[in-house]
């Protein structure tokens, strides 16, 4: 049988999505199943076995299966990482403790600091020293690390930091420690800085270390489990894996460097929606993805999303930049909440709701799902307002207990509030969208953005249900729900080509820089990374596509921009273009630049890739004729905000809806992974691609 299929399955906090997609013609299936925590590979293969025999296909007919989890993350959050310790040059063990020294709460004195992951006792440090330019001051002292390999034998360490100063410059101490351990220890799991996080800001570095160390032990098992898995149903191909930064890699390279898998689904998400922008013609979105957990905030900007390379996980205060752990790898940007259809409504302290950021996830799940929980959730909540149909979540495949959700609302907020059931629910919806509302403010204001210039594009198994309010509240243009919405994830893998960021610190002067050593450090990326794309099946035959960046500033400024820098200006050595090029972003982002300044070389950067994976762009367009009023499948009481009431509103299946179909809402759409609401400023229609716009009527002065 002909390989050709594409898999993409996401196994969120609450549900696993899966995808099969056909490239030749675009069609896709989907399947969606509750995520089970306890053996994430159970709800794989309940999954699968529902994709597959949807396809009437199995897995012999893959060509290529792509995966990304939430493990990670959560993993990092809930501390249920390995046995883990740092090695350290002498004197600086305790880096990940001191941080920076900088408060995220200046007027906090009880502020807390997130907790490293190697406790005091399992932190150790060397004697050997580089100086800044990678120069040995200090030989390592070989006997040491093998004393030291003793100490961690009996600590039973299931895995190891290795971070020394200056590494990014000179690794031969840190591989040699390596060395000298995996002769002592075979089974020790190893990390070094200088292959895991080879950038300057020794914090940083050694945070990213040792979080790739805690979670590699657990990711190397997971991987292994969830490839045996996919053979179990027949395939024999290797395993792909969606990293931080939006490309696809091998999973044995992930075994190397699983701190790359940390926000691989939203990241999925996010490239679903840019290459749904580029079928349809809308190079700028704001993305909203709410699933069961979490809601995720991003933005797109011709046909790219923003990257940073760094992100925080485990914040101790809320939205408080700088009280979480610094994690520096490539990753799309993103303003990520608790805030999802799992997330338990309750009464604070001072007797107000609030909604997240726990989560009844999967199990036990909102009360209404019938498996224990009994918190009330904004599942619950959605429930009581009408906009969920118990009867049709999941297509049916999960019937919803409305009372379950009716009497979790009255017991954990009617009676302590002394307020009525519906007016508990209602309250539980506010709260949320203001969550998000104020998150996505945030989000786009800091990037410069108008959010009246863009449509809301809307995702996840919960964020149709919502984004109606939130563009509404925004003063967006509207709002665009893809075909397959509520698994919107698990496309962007099957739509995403094999690629990978690599990153080495290289300080100098642009005006005193010794270009033949920057070429050095560039050459030594792009071999790693063909490397790397070759053990993801990518060949020299394939053209791969390098992009250069570099992290620049102004000579003695704090912090830098990321510039990339075009082929004739690289392949020329045009040193003062490459200045200029700084100065124009720097002045587009802070209004200002000091073109009498030197230029600081602090990073290169390289993102290489392989072939786009749907050349012609998937399917192609129906023509968008004037349809016939679509058929109304029923009425309900739908509770909507901007109205103060319930309203009898009509429900449609979106199966049924033809490309060229328009309506006025209210009104509600109804499709097996997500429900659509359009409240009564919304006018519905559906563009050539089958995606449902609403449209909404924007105040004078917008763009």
């Known amino acids: 049988?002909?390989?050709?299929?594409?898999?993409?399955?996401?196994?969120?906090?609450?549900?696993?999505?899966?995808?099969?997609?056909?490239?030749?013609?675009?069609?896709?299936?989907?399947?969606?199943?509750?995520?089970?925590?306890?053996?994430?590979a159970e709800g794989v293969r309940q999954g699968l076995s529902e994709l597959f025999g949807n396809a009437d296909v199995d897995a012999d007919a893959l060509e290529i299966a792509v995966h990304a989890t939430t493990l990670i993350t959560n993993a990092l959050i809930e501390r249920r990482g390995a046995r883990t310790a740092l090695i350290a040059t002498a004197g600086f063990r305790d880096t990940v403790e001191m941080a920076t020294e900088l408060r995220y709460d200046n007027y906090d004195v009880r502020m807390d600091m997130p907790t490293p992951l190697a406790d005091r006792d399992l932190r150790f440090d060397v004697a050997e020293r580089l100086d800044r330019d990678g120069n040995v001051l200090v030989p390592l002292d070989e006997d040491a690390v093998r004393a030291l390999a003793k100490t961690l034998a009996s600590e039973k360490v299931e895995a190891v930091a290795i971070v020394y100063l200056h590494a990014f410059r000179n690794a031969a101490h840190e591989r040699r420690t390596a060395e000298i351990l995996r002769e002592e220890l075979p089974d020790l799991l190893i990390s070094c800085s200088s292959t895991v996080s080879p950038e300057i800001r020794e914090y940083e570095r050694s945070m990213t270390t040792l979080a790739n160390a805690y979670v590699q032990p657990i990711v190397g098992h997971y991987l292994d489990a969830t490839t045996e898995t996919l053979r179990e149903r027949g395939y024999e191909r290797p395993l792909h894996i969606m990293v931080?930064?939006?490309?696809?890699?091998?999973?044995?390279?992930?075994?190397?460097?699983?701190?790359?898998?940390?926000?691989?689904?939203p990241t999925a998400g996010v490239l679903a929606a840019i290459e749904y922008g580029r079928r349809m013609g809308m190079p700028n979105l704001v993305t909203f993805d709410m699933g069961g957990t979490t809601?995720?905030?991003g933005l797109v900007i011709n046909h790219e999303a923003k990257k940073s390379n760094v992100f925080e996980v485990g914040r101790v205060s809320r939205f408080q930049k700088g009280s979480g752990l610094p994690i520096r790898i490539p990753v799309v940007e993103l303003i990520e909440i608790g805030a999802g259809g799992g997330s338990i409504a309750q009464v604070d302290g001072l007797g107000l709701l609030a909604v997240g950021p726990r989560s009844a996830g999967s199990a036990p799940g909102p009360a209404c799902y019938g498996r224990g929980g009994r918190a009330p959730t904004v599942t619950d909540a959605n429930l009581v307002l009408g906009y969920l149909n118990p009867d049709n979540f999941l297509g049916g495949d999960m019937k919803l207990d409305a009372g379950a959700a009716w009497g979790a609302v009255e017991t954990g907020l009617s009676r302590p509030l002394g307020m009525s059931v519906e007016r508990c629910a209602e309250g539980?919806?506010?709260?949320?969208?203001?969550?998000?509302?104020?998150?996505?403010?945030?989000?786009?204001a800091e990037r410069g953005e108008d959010p009246r210039n863009f449509y809301l594009f809307s995702f996840g198994g919960a964020g149709p249900v919502h984004a109606y309010e939130l563009a509404r509240a925004?003063?967006?243009k509207g709002v665009v729900v893809p075909p397959g919405a509520g698994a919107a994830s698990a496309y962007g893998l099957v739509a995403s080509s094999v690629a990978f960021d690599l990153a080495r610190s290289h300080v100098t002067s642009l005006d005193k820089a010794d270009w033949s050593s920057v070429i050095a450090v560039y050459d030594d990326m792009r071999q790693e990374g063909i490397?790397?794309?070759?053990?993801?099946?990518?060949?020299?035959?394939?053209a791969p596509v390098i992009r250069r960046f570099m992290d620049l500033r102004h000579l003695g400024q704090g912090r830098e921009v990321a510039v990339e820098i075009d082929e004739a200006t690289f392949a020329a050595g045009d040193l003062q273009g490459m200045a200029q090029a700084f100065y124009a972003a720097h002045r587009l982002r802070y209004g200002h630049a000091h073109d009498h300044l030197p230029v600081e070389l602090i990073t290169c950067r390289m993102t290489i890739s392989g072939p786009a994976v749907l050349q012609a762009g998937g399917a192609e367009p129906h023509p968008a004729t004037p349809a016939a009023a679509p058929e109304v499948k029923g009425n309900r009481p739908v509770f909507f905000p901007e109205l103060g009431r319930y309203v009898e509103t009509a429900v449609y299946d979106r199966?049924?809806?033809?490309?060229?179909?328009?309506?006025?809402?209210?009104?509600?759409?109804?499709e097996r992974e997500c429900t659509i609401v359009a409240g009564p400023s919304a006018s519905v229609r559906i563009d050539p691609h089958g995606a449902i716009f609403l449209d909404l009527k924007q105040a004078k002065g917008t763009r």
Not at 245 to 255: F, L, M
Not at 428 to 444: P, S
Not at 531 to 542: F, N, R, T, V
């Open 531 to 542: 490397a790397i794309l070759a053990e993801a099946g990518i060949g020299d035959d394939d």
């Open 244 to 265: 931080s930064s939006g490309g696809v890699s091998s999973a044995e390279t992930v075994k190397q460097l699983p701190i790359r898998m940390l926000e691989s689904g």
């Open 655 to 670: 199966a049924q809806l033809a490309p060229g179909a328009s309506f006025t809402g209210p009104a509600v759409i109804e």
């Open 1 to 40: 049988m002909t390989k050709t299929l594409r898999l993409g399955f996401d196994i969120g906090g609450t549900f696993t999505d899966f995808v099969l997609l056909d490239p030749a013609t675009g069609r896709q299936s989907i399947a969606k199943c509750l995520t089970t925590p306890h053996d994430p």
């Open 428 to 444: 539980v919806f506010r709260v949320v969208n203001e969550n998000m509302l104020a998150a996505c403010k945030v989000h786009i």
């Open 295 to 297: 809601a995720k905030i």
């Open 474 to 476: 925004l003063g967006m």
